[in-house]
């Protein structure tokens, strides 16, 4: 009796959860295979004729390839921004969560800063040009790294928390300089956690549309977000070809999640040292 | 083999001073005991030795050495923790060479010593495990061969077996002290537990409130311990410790008496008293008395003894046993 109900139950709300994540999707792969004026009128039905392929060659040689010039500099920022912060945040959180002092006290106002408040745009930029960083992949990688700092870092210093104490005393009677007591003991264990920052803020920065935007504007910088103004204006949207656009943006950091989606969880959930 | 030496060490965190001034002399090879109540400061004054927390005032020497600023990894010790810190992600061999691999020692040395040390301990069959895969005393003789390999002159142990079974502490005491006897190193020993102090030590150091009590061997301090702190610390069951009036009639301060040294009778003798509990131990039992003019008492018997609750009998001491205290 009770078994079936919250069997019931069960159904209903993966049903409701189907229905909030993959109608979206179905209609973008809808979209995605229709003709230009069939896709203009926004319906949910399906295509009369599937022009799929057609959509697929035509978003893909917009441009002069612009689609693949803008996965490849989105690669690039990605993964040398994620690259830095890894290595920065856990170093960083180590030392903030193992010594602290008036500095660390300082840093970690700072990192609250960094977490609430938004980022100010116009001096930004103003920065960047100031420094010549401005339209340069060096410069986006940078505000990349720096937006995503303070929640890099926290997530590795709750994380070493966990870490006893111990391993680090252990590790300084045999003999280990705190440099190898990093390397060699505590970089380790972050492996879950290091995982789950790695999928978090590839995603995140991958899939940045304002940053591109304010920071890297110009022709060859294009990052995929930034493709997607390509079938869009004031008078013509080309609605069938934006949905292809959207479809092949959102499948790398789709696949990514899919497939790392059991690290995440248990990087944010579990401690280092198991029983 | 090297002795230790702490002349007058002192430990501040912040305001709060938690060693008060400890002097005391270690004997190369002797096997030392600091026994104490929580938080009496041992673990403290263990960290100081091994180079884990500064000193705030004092010099500690190590074979006559002076190593009160020296790094831990330079002082000739090694450590085997509560938790036994063993790193996560290593093998047991790893865990147990981390030392020899920091040093840069040739893999060939590294991997002779783990293994001699692995023999000695039993683990050969568990070099390539990680530690989550060890039971809790596998886990603690692989903290004690990481210890070996370092070939230290002092041990240092941090209540070691108190995350184990009653019937696996009794068996890595017995290990601790063969380990002892075979390699004839010093070792400085914590423990909250008189039992593991007893068994062990060749010196036991009784500390209470980061303060020395006493110092002397397990049955110098069971005979003639020097305040009542000791005497009621040392020896189980506890002994019977009275102030007040039965004390002044007794002519001290605090009179102490330890269950073992009492006799019951049913006809005569010193305090009587009715029974109020016996636990049978099988071959002793403990009576619990309400002595008249004392209070509660323990007295040790046979176990057979033909007693029953409610009772009434008589509580004499054995003479030569009784302790007077002046505090
Ligand atoms: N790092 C520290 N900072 C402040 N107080 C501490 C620190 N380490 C230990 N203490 C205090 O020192 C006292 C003695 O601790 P400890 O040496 O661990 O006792 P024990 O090992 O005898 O149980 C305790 O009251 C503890 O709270
Ligand atoms: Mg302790």
């Known amino acids: 009796m009770t078994r079936t109900r919250r069997a019931t139950t069960g159904i209903i709300a993966l049903a409701l959860a189907g229905i909030i994540f993959v109608i979206p999707f179905v209609f973008i792969g809808l979209q995605a295979g229709k003709s230009r004026t069939e896709a203009?009128?926004?319906?949910?039905?399906?295509?009369?004729?599937?022009?799929?392929?057609?959509?697929?060659?035509?978003?893909?040689?917009?441009?002069?390839?612009?689609?693949?010039?803008?996965?490849?500099?989105?690669?690039?920022?990605?993964?040398?921004?994620?690259?830095?912060?890894?290595?920065?945040?856990?170093?960083?959180?180590?030392?903030?969560?193992?010594?602290?002092?008036?500095?660390?006290?300082?840093?970690?106002?700072?990192l609250l800063v960094g977490l609430m408040m938004p980022p100010a745009v116009v001096p930004t930029i103003g920065l960047l040009q100031s420094?010549?960083?401005?339209?340069?992949?060096?410069?986006?990688?940078?505000?990349?790294?720096?937006?995503?700092?303070?929640?890099?870092?926290?997530?590795?210093?709750?994380?070493?928390?966990?870490?006893?104490?111990?391993?680090?005393?252990?590790?300084?009677?045999?003999?280990?300089?705190?440099?190898?007591?990093?390397?060699?003991?505590?970089?380790?264990?972050?492996?879950?956690?290091?995982?789950?920052?790695?999928?978090?803020?590839?995603?995140?920065?991958?899939?940045?549309?304002?940053?591109?935007?304010?920071?890297?504007?110009?022709?060859?910088?294009?990052?995929?977000?930034?493709?997607?103004?390509?079938?869009q204006s004031a008078y013509a949207t080309q609605y069938n070809l934006l949905f292809m656009n959207i479809l092949l943006v959102t499948i790398p950091p789709l696949i990514v999640f899919i497939f790392f989606n059991r690290q995440i969880v248990a990087g944010m959930t579990a401690g280092a040292v198991k029983g | 083999m090297s002795g230790v030496q702490l002349k007058n060490i002192r430990k501040s965190f912040g305001a709060l001073e938690i060693i008060k001034g400890i002097d005391l002399e270690i004997a190369p090879g002797e096997f030392t005991v600091f026994v104490g109540p929580s938080g009496c400061g041992k673990s403290t004054l263990l960290r100081m030795i091994a180079g884990l927390e500064d000193v705030t005032s004092g010099a500690l020497t190590i074979g006559g050495r002076d190593v009160t600023d020296r790094e831990p990894s330079e002082r000739g010790i090694a450590m085997v923790f509560q938790s036994y810190a063993l790193y996560p992600h290593m093998t047991v061999a790893e865990n147990i060479g981390f030392g020899l691999s920091l040093a840069r020692r040739p893999k060939a040395e590294i991997d002779a010593k783990v293994n001699a040390a692995a023999d000695a301990l039993q683990l050969t069959h568990l070099l390539d495990r990680k530690p989550k895969a060890l039971s809790g005393g596998q886990r603690q003789r692989v903290a004690i061969g990481r210890a070996i390999v370092r070939n230290p002159q002092v041990f240092l142990f941090d209540e070691p077996l108190s995350n184990l079974d009653a019937s696996l502490r009794a068996q890595m005491r017995l290990e601790i002290a063969d380990l002892h006897a075979r390699l004839k190193t010093t070792m400085i020993y914590v423990t909250h537990d008189q039992v593991e102090a007893m068994t062990m030590a060749d010196k036991i150091v009784v500390l209470n409130g980061g303060k020395i009590e006493q110092v002397g061997s397990p049955m110098a301090l069971y005979d003639r311990p020097a305040t009542p702190f000791v005497a009621g610390f040392i020896g189980s069951p506890r002994m019977n410790l009275y102030q007040g009036a039965f004390a002044e009639r007794a002519g001290c301060r605090t009179y102490g008496i330890r269950p073992e040294h009492i006799t019951l009778s049913e006809t005569d003798g010193r305090w009587p008293g009715t029974v109020r509990h016996i636990e049978r131990l099988g071959a002793d039992a403990l009576v619990y008395l309400d002595v008249e003019e004392a209070g509660p008492m323990v007295a040790r018997s046979e176990g057979h003894a033909p007693v029953a609750i409610g009772q009434r009998l008589w509580a004499s001491p054995i003479a030569g046993h009784e302790h007077r205290f002046e505090i």
Request: charged share 10%; no cysteine; hydrophobic share 55%.
């Open chain 1, 40 to 110: 203009a009128m926004l319906a949910f039905s399906l295509p009369k004729a599937w022009l799929f392929w057609d959509n697929f060659v035509a978003v893909v040689t917009a441009r002069d390839y612009q689609l693949l010039l803008a996965f490849f500099n989105s690669s690039l920022i990605t993964v040398l921004s994620v690259a830095a912060l890894v290595v920065l945040s856990a170093m960083v959180g180590y030392v903030m969560q193992r010594r602290p002092s008036a500095v660390t006290g300082l840093a970690q106002i700072f």
């Open chain 1, 131 to 231: 420094i010549g960083l401005f339209k340069t992949m060096t410069g986006m990688i940078l505000i990349q790294i720096a937006y995503n700092l303070s929640f890099s870092t926290m997530l590795y210093r709750a994380f070493i928390a966990t870490i006893p104490r111990d391993l680090d005393e252990a590790a300084r009677i045999d003999g280990a300089k705190p440099r190898q007591i990093f390397f060699r003991v505590i970089l380790p264990l972050l492996k879950p956690v290091t995982v789950t920052n790695i999928v978090v803020q590839s995603i995140a920065i991958f899939n940045d549309f304002t940053g591109p935007l304010y920071y890297l504007p110009g022709r060859d910088n294009v990052t995929v977000q930034l493709t997607l103004y390509n079938f």
